[in-house]
């Protein structure tokens, strides 16, 4: 049985990080919250429905449990969508973006710090509404799922260092 060694590359080895950021998507209500808030929508609609059917408005239960259907799918989707993420590193030698789809999906990309162009699209009253890294015949959007104040404090860390990666 043989093995196939490939040499490492020794600039990779001491390569040092200068800068690190792991970008999720913000959710508000965690699983305590989203446990809570379906069970009391289950209670309501049902204590609702049980009304409208003593009355003899039987189809208003159904469309009760319509909408809690509608509203727990809605949530569950929600969170599935969380599960996207986004890695991005940055040392003098690479800048590495490893994104993470929700399905599990990876897409990696590599740039050279010194080829690199961070670009912002700004909106006057909502701040970034898009970052973008170019070089080397490439473009990748990062940060699309972050809220803007979110976007606006990676924008200016990973500004600075990628200047610090160019040794400006």
Do not use: C
């Amino acid at each position: 049985m043989s093995q196939t060694i490939n040499p490492i590359d020794p600039a990779a080895m001491n390569e040092e990080e200068i800068f690190r950021a792991l970008l999720v998507p913000h959710r508000s209500l965690g699983r305590k919250g989203f446990l809570i808030l379906m069970g009391t929508l289950g209670a309501s609609g049902f204590l609702t429905g049980l009304f409208f059917l003593s009355i003899g408005a039987w189809p208003v239960l159904g469309f009760f449990g319509l909408d809690i259907l509608i509203v727990y799918v809605a949530f569950r989707m929600n969170y599935i969508s969380a599960k996207a993420h986004e890695e991005v590193t940055i040392s003098r030698i690479a800048l590495h973006i490893r994104q993470v789809a929700p399905s599990g999906r990876i897409k990696f990309h590599e740039f050279n710090p010194f080829w690199a162009r961070f670009s912002v699209a700004r909106h006057a009253e909502i701040g970034i509404t898009s970052m973008r890294v170019e070089g080397q015949g490439k473009a990748v959007t990062i940060g699309s799922f972050l809220n803007p104040d979110d976007r606006e404090s990676f924008a200016s860390a990973f500004q600075m260092a990628l200047a610090a990666a160019k040794g400006r």
